[in-house]
Structure formats: structure tokens, C-alpha cells
């Protein structure tokens, strides 16, 4: 919740909101103003360094950013902050510490010699199967590819299966741990599967991709898990200049028809749970300081879900707000179940 300026806003009432589930007002169980450092379980803060899908160039950079944030103030940090990384072997988390100088050398222990992803060259790529991101039972194990004969869209199939089953094992972790997580996720994210060549996808797919989907967006929710993008690619930069279209994209997809591989791409899904989706800039430091600054002060709002027909039954989800000036980002989708 911010004014004109960006400031965040303070002491609003419930009956300064409005929220509607598919376009129709729902009344408010539960309304709470949160300071995200304060109360039984305060805010967490994620930093994953996404060394899958960046080049080497681009990883030695963001690492570099990450260090200038922590080498801000000798201070310790506001809230309990913990180092991931993403490479083949899947997402190596750290120990959470609010110590900047524990922090940096977590980080620089997880990064020492990490180079971009390499997808393994032997064998036959129509007939090959991506390996599981780690060997627990929580990646999406099930999420389905088309085959591809060649080793570039082998590559590009494995780093979004990879990267996809990554978020979703990280979701799923969080839980059962009270408190709000802010997963601030920097890098460009996984390929979206749209490039030349790719063979159209079969039903089986498209029901996948749609499950996948399905699990993927109510772990975010059920864990409180608000996904930050930092250094995303052009199509995905500016909300405003997005047209109705890509709106509809990005509010989420009502079925298997309409799914495709993008549905599941890392902006879309930080959009669905409320997350900011930053532009490219020189200053990653400052740009990981306001993600943080986004929990120091929200509003938690509930209330009952009306009983889904289907399972997967997608509900769009609008915050409007009653009095002018003021802008508000929020989950934008769930799926319900019968």
C-alpha cells in the first residue's frame, strides 16, 4: 500500500478496502495492519542467487550486488535473511542470520567456483528424462516436457523443469513456518519455452502444465511467500505498459486450454503472489532494499472462500481501495477446491 509518492500508508480501516473475488465483493473476516519486523513471527527475507539461467557475466554481477546491500550499514539486518542459491544440483539454502558479515560469507561459500548451468551432453535428448532438482519428494516431479532432439532445447526444457520444481520445493518448506516470506529472487528467471521449434503441446501437457500450476500458485499462498523479481527481461519490465491481454496473462489462467509453459514463468508467478517486479538498473543494492521495505508495513485480509465447482477453479482476486491516491498490490489469483 503506497501513496502518490511511494510512500508507504498507515493507519487505513477495513473500511477503507474493498475485495473482490471474481469481480464480485467479498466481506472481510479478518483485518489486521502488520509491521513486518514486529509481532510472533516477523517477516523473512529469502536472497537467491539464480546461477541456472544467467551467464557468468551476469552471476558475477548480482553476487556483487548482493554484497554491496550487505556492506550498506554495520547495523544488523531487520529481519532474519537467508542466502539460496539456484544451480543444477537444485536450491542450496543458508542458515537465516540478521549478521551482514555472516551473510556475505554464506555467500560467498554457496557461489565459490559456481559457473552457469551446463546441461549434461550424453545420450539421446528425445529420449532422456530431467533429472529431479534434489532428491526430496517435494519437487514437481510430475511436470512434463516435450521431448526435444536437440541439445539447445534439451537445455532449455531442463533449466525451466529445474528451475520450476526449485520455487515450488522453497514454497512448500515455508508452510508450516509462521510469517510472511519475502523471496527476493535475482536473476532473469527460466526460459519460457516459446522459442522457435518447440513442438506444440499435446493435452497431456497442457494438463500438466495446468496442475503444476495449480500447486505451484497455492503453495506460494498457503506459505505466505511474496515472489521479488530483480533484473527481469524487457517483456516483462513495466506493468503499465502491458496490454489487456497480457493482463489477462498474468492474472492467471482459467484452464488446461489456455495454459502453456509461460503460464509457469518466474514474472507471472511474482505478479500472481503480489511480488515487485523491478527493472534492470546499476544500483541491484537498492533495488533489494526496497523489496525488503516492502514488509515494514501491510495489511493482512481475509475471508471466506465461496466453494469451488471444480478443482483448479481459478478466483481473481482485486484490493480497491476507497479513498483516492493510493495504489495497492496484492495476490492476484488463487485456485480453489471443492
Given at each position: ?24 465483493p467479498?466481506a472481510?473476516t ?19 542467487l539464480d546461477?541456472m539461467?544467467?551467464?557468468?557475466r ?20 531487520a529481519?532474519?535473511t537467508?542466502?539460496a542459491?539456484?544451480?543444477?544440483s ?6 537465516p ?6 551473510l ?10 559456481v ?14 528424462d ?10 514437481l516431479?510430475?511436470?512434463v ?11 532449455l ?15 512448500m518448506?515455508q ?5 510472511r ?12 519455452l516459446?522459442?522457435?521449434g ?8 497442457k ?5 503444476n ?12 511467500v511474496?515472489?521479488d ?8 519490465r ?9 493482463n ?7 484452464d488446461?486450454h ?15 503472489s ?8 546499476k544500483?541491484l543494492?537498492?533495488?533489494?532494499a526496497?523489496?525488503?521495505?516492502d514488509?515494514e508495513?501491510?495489511y ?7 466453494p ?8 481473481s482476486i ?11 498490490r ?6 480453489a477446491?471443492?
Amino acid at each position: 500500500m503506497s501513496d502518490a509518492s511511494g510512500k508507504p500508508v498507515t493507519g487505513l480501516k477495513q473500511e477503507d478496502f474493498t475485495l473482490l473475488d471474481n469481480g464480485q465483493p467479498r466481506a472481510l473476516t479478518s483485518f489486521r495492519q502488520m509491521k513486518g519486523s514486529q509481532g510472533i513471527a516477523p517477516a523473512r527475507v529469502m536472497l537467491l542467487l539464480d546461477a541456472m539461467n544467467n551467464s557468468p557475466r551476469d552471476i558475477a554481477a548480482d553476487r556483487k550486488g548482493i554484497e554491496q546491500f550487505l556492506k550498506q550499514s554495520p547495523e544488523q539486518l531487520a529481519y532474519q535473511t537467508s542466502i539460496a542459491l539456484l544451480s543444477g544440483s537444485g536450491a542450496t539454502m543458508g542458515h537465516p542470520s540478521r549478521d551482514r558479515d555472516d551473510l556475505i560469507g554464506e555467500l560467498r561459500t554457496l557461489a565459490k567456483d559456481v559457473h552457469m548451468f551446463d546441461c549434461p551432453d550424453t545420450g539421446s535428448y528425445a529420449d532422456r528424462d530431467s533429472p529431479p532438482t534434489t532428491s526430496g519428494a517435494r519437487d514437481l516431479s510430475g511436470l512434463v516436457i516435450a521431448p526435444q532432439a536437440d541439445r539447445a532445447g534439451f537445455c532449455l526444457n531442463l533449466r525451466f523443469k529445474l528451475s520450476v520444481s526449485a520455487l515450488n520445493r522453497i514454497a512448500m518448506e515455508q508452510e508450516n513456518v509462521p510469517g510472511r516470506v519475502i523471496l527476493i529472487w535475482v536473476g532473469r528467471g527460466w526460459p519460457l519455452l516459446t522459442a522457435r521449434g518447440f513442438l506444440p503441446d499435446t493435452p497431456a501437457i497442457k494438463q500438466n502444465f495446468f496442475d503444476n500450476l495449480v500447486q505451484v500458485t497455492n503453495a506460494l499462498r498457503a506459505a505466505q511467500v511474496t515472489v521479488d523479481t530483480v533484473f527481469s527481461p524487457d517483456l516483462f519490465r513495466t506493468i503499465e505498459l502491458r496490454s489487456d491481454h497480457d493482463n489477462a496473462f498474468f492474472n492467471g489462467v482459467p484452464d488446461e486450454h489456455e495454459v502453456a509453459a509461460s503460464s509457469l514463468g518466474l514474472q507471472v508467478l511474482a505478479h500472481q503472489s503480489g511480488g515487485l517486479i523491478l527493472t534492470e538498473s546499476k544500483d541491484l543494492a537498492g533495488e533489494i532494499a526496497k523489496c525488503i521495505a516492502d514488509a515494514e508495513s501491510y495489511y493482512m485480509l481475509s475471508f471466506d472462500s465461496p466453494p469451488a465447482a471444480r478443482p483448479g477453479e481459478l478466483h481473481s482476486i482485486q484490493v480497491k481501495m476507497n479513498r483516492p491516491g493510493l495504489t495497492v498490490r496484492t495476490n492476484t489469483a488463487y485456485y480453489a477446491q471443492p
